[in-house]
């Protein structure tokens, strides 16, 4: 089916969903690298109306990838939950927006709808919103998740302790995860980028983190981020495993770029949960997304970055994570070109996964080679905690020296913390407060505890 | 008028851990936020990176180098017309210019072993600081194995896999291209370097091995083309490159090209 506007005499014609979604999409670099951006401003505002328009119903009879070929797709179709979906299936996007925006629709409200959209459904209608449309819808929802603490609570704001090194050194892991831990980070989770994908490396890693975790009694939880069927592996020869992670991506090819699947991803799932290490709750999956994986492995199918990235929201909340993390300055100037640009996605991504009931947190980054700075950061930092996002990253000042690029560091949640009065996760507070790390202000106390956590650690 | 007392900083007692680490640990705070000197710090850092991306490959001193040692040197360009296009058209960047290519066919030449390439990738400054001992050391080399040379291709806003087309051009056997990396924070002149046995266009990142890091604070040229001339007598030998080529070096992780794709989320 195709789709149409009319502006000043011209009529702009949209061939199909696919089509009409790519070209309402506010600019972006993947777009234009794709060929699938509007050609023109008008073009765009012209997509935009008529996408306006379409009945939500429209995209439960139009798979923008088709069914039979995409196993992404029959996910999306199969768990498509039409009760949830009947008190807006008589919306078109535009009246979605207005009612996502209204005081109807409240935390309980969208918490219910959440299984009755479909990923293209709430791609479309963030590419009708302005930012602080997306920012007070998100705000709306709330996602809480459980592992060994609990994530997304209002007014809390949680933290990835990001401590790689780019030879895996096990002492230089352990002075960053110190660094973190001592600056009020690491209650989202330990995570490690690991240099190597070699099982007994990562093995390695898992231990010195579970070995610091338990003699000092920290609820939080780790993860090595190797590919999941490293994960599996280590979880099959009794390695402590709390957190499986995995890379993943919106269409089934994108999938089979990064070695998953559906099937693989349940495999991990089970293994996770068979382990039972949660102690307040059994969230286990930790999934990593981005705007222009799936174009980088030429396997986007001609959809825009932002619908593939939707898209893989669905293939996330099949398996309840205890994270999902969207990367978004990660992929580079190809795909997001500049700050605002980065910025935009950032708070796309943010609204999208919340609205899919995903626990969303992001690693507001950027690489050299785009026009970006931590000025950008901080203004996407700041907009994302008024959006009332679940996690964030923290990096020691703010640079990876692994990964070679620029995040948020300890710092800076301390800062989101102050200036929006939000505090870790409780249980993570208390363990902070118990050992006498930091006042419930987020001061550093000076009480000489800290000593104790890594004296014994780098002894000679 | 009291005058207000200046701020203390409060520093981190573990400084000690600094020795465990390149990390930017134990920065101390000020409130709850970064220090003045750790913030410029970081700021230097960046406009270093920024000001490598920017960077322009640096031809002459290269040239005279080279025709010193009697090595025929080409200047080429890729599709990408300047910087703004190559960041944002990865694909331009692997494709050279058509008067490019009109140049290396005027060159009539004859088939060598290998072809080197000098590109600036995304840091140029990155070859103007390292490529030249490298390069000398690794034609040196190659020449006294036997191996035959063709002339040495200076090419702009270029990406690794340009590598392909002009080996095909050239007709060589093996293409060795030398590119800048991805400035990080710590390393704004890295040098990156990519093989490819039999190139031509469309070939594709894992029929490439890489050796990367090489600066004078990384991996030091003679080690640089040691690695390189072990992995050049391997491929003559199998007749490949790529992942099932391994590198002689288990000490450290062999490493994905970091040119065209980021490696980490793909971990």
């Known amino acids: 089916m195709s789709y149409q506007y009319t502006i000043r005499g011209f009529t702009y014609r949209f061939d199909d969903l696919r089509e009409l979604l790519a070209k309402a999409s506010p600019l972006r670099s993947g777009d234009v690298l794709a060929g699938l951006a509007a050609v023109t401003y008008e073009e765009r505002v012209a997509a935009q109306l008529a996408l306006s328009n379409v009945p939500l119903k429209r995209f439960l009879n139009e798979a923008i990838i088709p069914y039979e070929s995409d196993e992404v797709t029959r996910l999306i179709i199969d768990s498509h939950d039409f009760n949830a979906f009947a008190p807006v299936s008589h919306f078109t996007v535009g009246e979605l927006r207005d009612w996502l925006l209204s005081d109807q629709a409240d935390t309980i409200a969208l918490q219910k709808l959440t299984m009755g959209l479909t990923p293209e459904m709430v791609a479309a209608v963030s590419k009708l919103m302005r930012n602080q449309d997306l920012i007070l819808v998100a705000k709306k929802c709330e996602v809480i998740t459980r592992f060994r603490n609990t994530v997304g609570l209002k007014g809390h704001l949680s933290v990835r302790l990001q401590p790689n090194h780019p030879l895996d050194d096990v002492r230089g892991i352990a002075a960053s995860v110190l660094d973190g831990l001592l600056y009020g980070s690491g209650d989202a989770v330990i995570g490690i980028n690991p240099a190597t994908d070699s099982p007994a490396a990562t093995a390695k890693l898992l231990y010195l983190i579970d070995d610091l975790r338990e003699r000092f009694e920290i609820p939080t939880q780790s993860c090595i981020l190797s590919h999941i069927t490293t994960t599996i592996e280590l979880i099959e020869q009794n390695v402590p495993v709390d957190l499986v992670f995995q890379s993943i991506a919106g269409t089934e090819k994108a999938n089979a770029s990064f070695g998953v699947n559906l099937a693989i991803l349940q495999e991990g799932y089970e293994a996770g949960i068979s382990l039972n290490r949660g102690t307040v709750g059994n969230n286990v999956m930790y999934f990593e997304s981005g705007q222009g994986s799936a174009l980088s492995s030429n396997a986007h199918l001609g959809l825009d970055q932002q619908t593939c990235e939707v898209r893989s929201y669905a293939v996330a909340r099949q398996f309840k994570p205890f994270l999902h993390n969207s990367v978004v300055g990660f992929i580079g100037p190809e795909y997001l070109f500049d700050g605002k640009q980065i910025i935009r996605a950032g708070l796309e991504d943010h609204f999208c996964g919340k609205l899919m009931g995903l626990p969303m947190g992001m690693d507001i980054c950027y690489t050299n080679h785009a026009q970006a700075d931590q000025d950008d950061m901080d203004s996407l930092l700041t907009m994302l905690g008024v959006s009332g996002i679940n996690f964030i990253m923290g990096v020691p000042g703010a640079d990876d020296i692994m990964l070679n690029y620029q995040s948020t560091s300890f710092h800076d949640a301390l800062y989101l913390r102050r200036v929006l009065g939000f505090k870790p996760a409780p249980e993570f507070e208390s363990w902070l407060l118990r050992q006498g790390i930091m006042d419930s202000d987020s001061n550093r106390l000076f009480t000489g505890n800290q000593k104790s956590l890594y004296a014994g650690l780098f002894e000679a | ?267």
């Not at chain 2, 701020?7 to 000020?30: C, M």
């Not at chain 2, 806003?157 to 991805?182: N, T, W, Y």
Request: net charge neutral.
């Open chain 2, 1 to 267: 008028m009291n005058k207000i007392l200046k701020t203390n900083i409060e520093p981190d007692e573990w400084q000690s851990l600094r020795a465990y680490t390149d990390a930017r640990i134990a920065l101390g705070k000020t409130g709850v936020s970064i220090p003045m000197a750790e913030s410029l710090a970081f700021k230097l850092a960046h406009a270093h990176a920024k000001d490598a991306v920017y960077s322009s490959l640096d031809q002459g001193p290269l040239i005279d180098l080279l025709k010193e040692i009697h090595q025929p040197v080409v200047s080429l360009h890729s599709q990408a017309a300047n910087r703004d296009i190559y960041l944002q058209r990865p694909d331009l960047g692997r494709r050279l210019a058509d008067d490019s290519v009109r140049k290396l066919q005027q060159l009539h030449v004859q088939p060598a072993d290998l072809c080197i390439i000098l590109a600036d990738g995304l840091s140029a400054s990155a070859i103007n600081e390292n490529a030249w001992p490298v390069v000398s050391l690794l034609i040196q080399a190659a020449k006294k194995l036997g191996f035959s040379v063709s002339a040495i291709s200076l090419v702009e806003q270029a990406r690794v896999a340009i590598a392909d087309e002009i080996g095909g051009l050239l007709k060589a056997k093996m293409s060795i291209i030398f590119i800048g990396e991805r400035p990080g924070l710590s390393s704004f002149d890295s040098m990156g370097a990519y093989i490819t046995y039999a190139p031509s266009p469309g070939l594709t990142d894992e029929r490439r091995n890489c050796i990367s890091n090489i600066r004078q604070k990384g991996l030091s040229a003679a080690l640089a083309v040691d690695k390189i001339m072990y992995l050049v007598r391997e491929a003559f030998r199998l007749q490949i490159t790529g992942v099932t080529l391994k590198d002689n070096d288990t000490s450290h992780p062999s490493q994905l090209p970091t040119d065209d794709l980021p490696n980490g989320m793909i971990s």
